[in-house]
T-cell receptor, first 113, second 112 residues
Framework: DTGVSQDPRHKITKRGQNVTFRCDPI?????LYWYRQTLGQGPEFLTY????????KSRLLSDRFSAERPKGSFSTLEIQRTEQGDSAMYLC???????????FGPGTRLLVL | GESVGLHLPTLSVQEGDNSIINCAYS??????FIWYKQESGKGPQFIID?????DKRQGQRVTVLLNKTVKHLSLQIAATQPGDSAVYFC???????????FGTGTRLKVLA
């Protein structure tokens, strides 16, 4: 499968713990996006990278959230000191710069107890 | 599996009929629009896109219509099949950054 992959697919954690998610984009795609989706809602933009540079961050991305894409390939999203309100599906997408279509991964479902 | 959306607007259609899903977008300056299909427990899947210099674009069994005057998009699915059952989202490219702003979503149920 050469699509976007995400790991883990599911994560259950206790409030206050740190979690890290990984996204592997389609290999030739230089743009990578993170979105968050809660039940009954469409995905909400969090941040995106072009190659290794993080170009934009949403105000939804509090100081507890950090994302990296160190070599311009895979990306990680870390949430520190998780809160119950962080429970959501975290989606990653990738695209070629200048092309509109973003291809999404299967998501990581986070549940904070 | 998990439910994508528990309280979404729902469109129920008979198998074989045509479906029309509507969407209102926010920014008159948006110049690119896209439709996604999302099945339970999965990420959004690309269906069709359209740029603002077009009014209509057709794909396989799907057509997207864009009305910039009233900031409205629609997705038409011909001969709806059981496999089309899913939640459908439209998204607009905000300010040309390819940062998508998604609409609320519509659940499509195909009745046998």
């Amino acid at each position: 499968d050469t699509g976007v992959s995400q790991d883990p697919r599911h994560k259950i954690t206790k409030r206050g713990q740190n979690v890290t998610f990984r996204c592997d984009p389609i290999s030739e795609h230089n743009r990578l996006y993170w979105y968050r989706q809660t039940l009954g809602q469409g995905p909400e933009f969090l941040t995106y990278f072009q190659n290794e540079a993080q170009l934009e961050k949403s105000r939804l991305l509090s100081d507890r959230f950090s994302a990296e894409r160190p070599k311009g390939s895979f990306s990680t999203l870390e949430i520190q000191r998780t809160e119950q309100g962080d429970s959501a599906m975290y989606l990653c997408a990738s695209s070629l710069a200048g092309q509109g279509v973003q291809y999404f991964g299967p998501g990581t479902r986070l549940l904070v107890l | 599996g998990e439910s994508v959306g528990l309280h979404l607007p729902t469109l129920s259609v008979q198998e074989g009929d045509n479906s029309i899903i509507n969407c209102a977008y926010s920014n008159s300056a948006s110049d690119y629009f896209i439709w996604y299909k999302q099945e339970s427990g999965k990420g959004p899947q690309f269906i069709i896109d359209i740029r603002s210099n077009m009014d209509k674009r057709q794909g396989q069994r799907v057509t997207v219509l864009l009305n910039k005057t009233v900031k409205h998009l629609s997705l038409q699915i011909a001969a709806t099949q059981p496999g089309d059952s899913a939640v459908y989202f439209c998204a607009e490219d905000w300010a040309g950054t390819y940062k998508y702003i998604f609409g609320t979503g519509t659940r499509l149920k195909v009745l046998a």
